[in-house]
């Protein structure tokens, strides 16, 4: 199959407020998330991509158009609602340190497999749209560029999560114990028995070893010998 690299948006006004943005309009990247982003577009200029999908939330479209500006080519550029950011319903615009003295809130860390958000969606739901979109997504750019075909999704941190979390095998109650900063990137190949994951939240180093996409194999007994660089 083709090879996943997720992106989280760069930080927003509202992460740096501390509140919960959710699905709202007009929250977009601040002058920190711009520059993650940029950065985070540099390191991907040395892989040529088949793709961006984005979130239809302008702080994924920003930050996916900041990787695509550093693109030497013009990757097709969706937008795939179903990688939008979860619908936290009436917690929505709250700030997260009075959500934090809320019932729910320790149910969302302990177990977020029973969590629906009030007037919105249960995080199970979103973990179901998301890697299934993420899934389709990877088999038709697998059959239009073939297996070594490289693509971007860049979503949002719960998402991201919720999707690192079913590669991983993890159930969703351990989501939480994944981090997905702001701009991160993440590596994820679906071979044919199973996912692998190649690297989560990294903000920093050379990505030009996947400038040839990563070929379905046997896991190496003892770890191998990792990567080349061309």
Known sequence: MATLILVRHGRTTANASGLLA??????????????????????LAAVTLAGVVSSPLERCRQTAQLILDRQSSAPYAPVETDLTECDYGQWQGRRLSDLATEDLWSLVQSQPSAVVFPGGESMAAMQARSVAAIRRHDAA?????????????????????SILADALGMHLDLFQRINVNPASVSIVH?????????????????????????????????????QKTP
């Open 22 to 43: 959710g699905r709202a309009d007009g929250v977009s990247l601040d002058q920190v998330g711009r520059d993650q982003a940029a950065l985070t577009g540099d390191r």
């Open 141 to 161: 750019f697998e059959a239009e560029f073939g297996p070594a075909a490289v693509w971007a999704a860049v979503s949002h941190g719960d998402v991201i999560k």
């Open 190 to 226: 679906y071979g044919a028995d199973r996912p692998s994951v190649y690297a989560t939240n990294t903000e920093a180093g050379d990505l030009s070893w996947l400038s040839n996409g990563i070929r379905s194999a046997d896991a190496p007994v003892g770890g191998g010998a990792g």
